[in-house]
T-cell receptor, first 113, second 115 residues
Framework: AQSVTQPDIHITVSEGASLELRCNYSYGATPYLFWYVQSPGQGLQLLLKYFSGDTLVQGIKGFEAEFKRSQSSFNLRKPSVHWSDAAEYFCAVGGPGTYKYIFGTGTRLKVLA | DADVTQTPRNRITKTGKRIMLECSQTKGHDRMYWYRQDPGLGLRLIYYSFDVKDINKGEISDGYSVSRQAQAKFSLSLESAIPNQTALYFC????FGTGGTGELFFGEGSRLTVL
C-alpha cells in the first residue's frame, strides 16, 4: 500500500539550531517526493521536490532534503532555523502519470527565541 | 492576484444546509483537486478532475459532489452539511500533463464550520 509517514507530530527547536524532519514513504514505483510548508492561516507552499537525478535537493528558504531509496526516506533539513520557520510541514509522494498524491499527517514546528 | 482562488474563505453554516465552495485558477492546468484537512490527519483527497469531462472520486467523496464548469473552475458542494464536515478545504491544481513535474499549487483554503 502507498503511504507516507511523518513520525514526529511536534518538534521544538531553538532559533539558530539545526533541524531535521523525517519522512518515510511506501510507494510501488519511482516516487516523486515533495515537501510543503503551511504557515498559520495559509495554504500550502512547495519547499522542494525530488523526481530524478541528484538525491540531495535544494529548496526555498534554505531547506534541503535527501532522497534515500534504500531507506525509503526523504528527510527535510535546515542548518539554522529562523523564528519565521515555525509552521506545519507536510511530506507527500506521487508518481509520473498518476493522479494521486499521498500526504503525511504533518509535523508542526515550534521555534524558541 | 492568486493563481488559485477559493471562495468563500470562511463559512459558518447549519446542519442540513447546502454549501458550495468555489475554486478558480489562472495557471492553465488541466488537473484540479479538492482536499480536506483535519488536524492530525493531513490532507485527504475528496475529488479530482483531469479535464471538464473527467471527474473522479477520491478517498473520502461520500457526502460531497463536484462540478467542473470550465478548465479554470472546479466547485465542491456539500448537499446537506453535517458537523463532521467541519474542516479546512483546499483546492489545488497540478502541472502533470502539461510538461511539469507534478507540483501541486494550492489555494489559500476555505474554512467551513457546520453547526
Amino acid at each position: 500500500a502507498q503511504s507516507v509517514t511523518q513520525p514526529d507530530i511536534h518538534i521544538t527547536v531553538s532559533e539558530g539550531a539545526s533541524l531535521e524532519l523525517r519522512c518515510n514513504y511506501s510507494y510501488g514505483a519511482t516516487p516523486y517526493l515533495f515537501w510543503y510548508v503551511q504557515s498559520p492561516g495559509q495554504g500550502l507552499q512547495l519547499l522542494l521536490k525530488y523526481f530524478s537525478g541528484d538525491t540531495l535537493v535544494q529548496g526555498i528558504k534554505g531547506f534541503e532534503a535527501e532522497f534515500k531509496r534504500s531507506q525509503s526516506s526523504f528527510n527535510l533539513r535546515k542548518p539554522s532555523v529562523h523564528w519565521s520557520d515555525a509552521a506545519e510541514y507536510f511530506c507527500a509522494v506521487g508518481g509520473p502519470g498518476t493522479y494521486k498524491y499521498i500526504f503525511g499527517t504533518g509535523t508542526r514546528l515550534k521555534v524558541l527565541a | 492576484d492568486a493563481d488559485v482562488t477559493q471562495t468563500p474563505r470562511n463559512r459558518i453554516t447549519k446542519t442540513g444546509k447546502r454549501i458550495m465552495l468555489e475554486c478558480s485558477q489562472t495557471k492553465g492546468h488541466d488537473r484540479m483537486y479538492w482536499y480536506r484537512q483535519d488536524p492530525g490527519l493531513g490532507l485527504r483527497l475528496i475529488y479530482y478532475s483531469f479535464d471538464v469531462k473527467d471527474i473522479n472520486k477520491g478517498e473520502i467523496s461520500d457526502g460531497y459532489s463536484v462540478s467542473r464548469q470550465a478548465q479554470a473552475k472546479f466547485s465542491l458542494s456539500l448537499e446537506s452539511a453535517i458537523p463532521n464536515q467541519t474542516a479546512l478545504y483546499f483546492c489545488a491544481t497540478s502541472d502533470f500533463g502539461t510538461g511539469g513535474t507534478g507540483e501541486l499549487f494550492f489555494g489559500e483554503g476555505s474554512r467551513l464550520t457546520v453547526l
